[in-house]
């Protein structure tokens, strides 16, 4: 079963750029699932960030999108997080996760994440 | 409409059943997935593809839905099922996900 593993800085400045990378082991990011990014500000509720495909697709949350990237890595078996422009607001615990996205016999679809890192926390403050 | 809209808090008594809700148009066309997280801890998936439960989740977990409102039910509420409870889809236009805001969930 694969295990993600978040890593990166703790402290980020103000209008400096987070940068967040997430290790896979035990399994390979090659395949037919979306990596992704997800946080939560302290005491709030989970919020999207974005996925990449093995393909290398992306979508990122709207309200991001200006300031995220996201990329791949397959050589060493992970992927990473950017965020410019970083402001309070930002202070979250990161995840990474693997998400599934298909649909059924009845053309129903579904999406779920199952296989979540442990998190990183990121403080944004000089 | 993106959004998921939750209940932010329900109660069930220790053994009793409750159903907890999740609301939005994408859920026409998209089951919830539910995620239970417990303080400090990540989030761990509990129902997923309308009614499919993990390896490891235990059978009184359960899921439903019907027109745009998905449920999960926990059938005999255990103290350990205590926790803040999301649901997640993507969106109409099937390249955003979003998530509802989350019920907390207290085991009297």
């Known amino acids: 079963q694969v295990q993600l593993q978040e890593s990166g800085p703790g402290l980020v400045k103000p209008s400096g750029t987070l940068s967040l990378t997430c290790a896979a082991s035990g399994g390979s990011i090659s395949t037919s699932n979306w990596w992704t990014w997800v946080r939560q500000p302290p005491g709030k509720g989970l919020e999207w960030i974005g996925e990449?495909?093995?393909?290398?697709?992306?979508n990122y949350n709207s309200s991001l999108k200006s300031r995220v990237g996201i990329s791949l890595d397959k050589s060493k078996n992970q992927f990473s997080l950017n965020l410019n422009s970083v402001t309070a607001a930002d202070t979250a615990v990161y995840y990474c996760a693997r998400s599934t996205s298909s649909y059924d016999s009845t053309n129903y679809y579904y999406y779920y994440m199952d296989v979540w890192g442990k998190g990183t926390t990121v403080t944004v403050s000089s | 409409s993106s959004e998921l809209t939750q209940d932010p808090a329900v109660s069930v008594a220790l053994g009793q059943t409750v159903r907890i809700t999740c609301q939005g148009d994408?859920?026409?066309?998209?089951?919830a997935t539910w995620y239970q997280q417990k303080p400090g801890q990540a989030p761990i998936l509990v129902i997923y593809a309308k009614n499919n439960r993990p390896s490891g989740i235990p059978d009184r977990f359960s899921g439903s839905s019907s027109g745009n409102t998905a449920s999960l039910t926990i059938t005999g509420a255990q103290a350990e099922d205590e926790a803040n409870y999301y649901c997640n889809s993507r969106d109409s236009s099937g390249t955003h996900v979003v998530f509802g805001g989350g019920t907390k969930l207290t085991v009297l």
């Open positions: 990449i495909y093995h393909g290398g697709s992306t």
């Open positions: 994408t859920l026409r066309n998209y089951y």
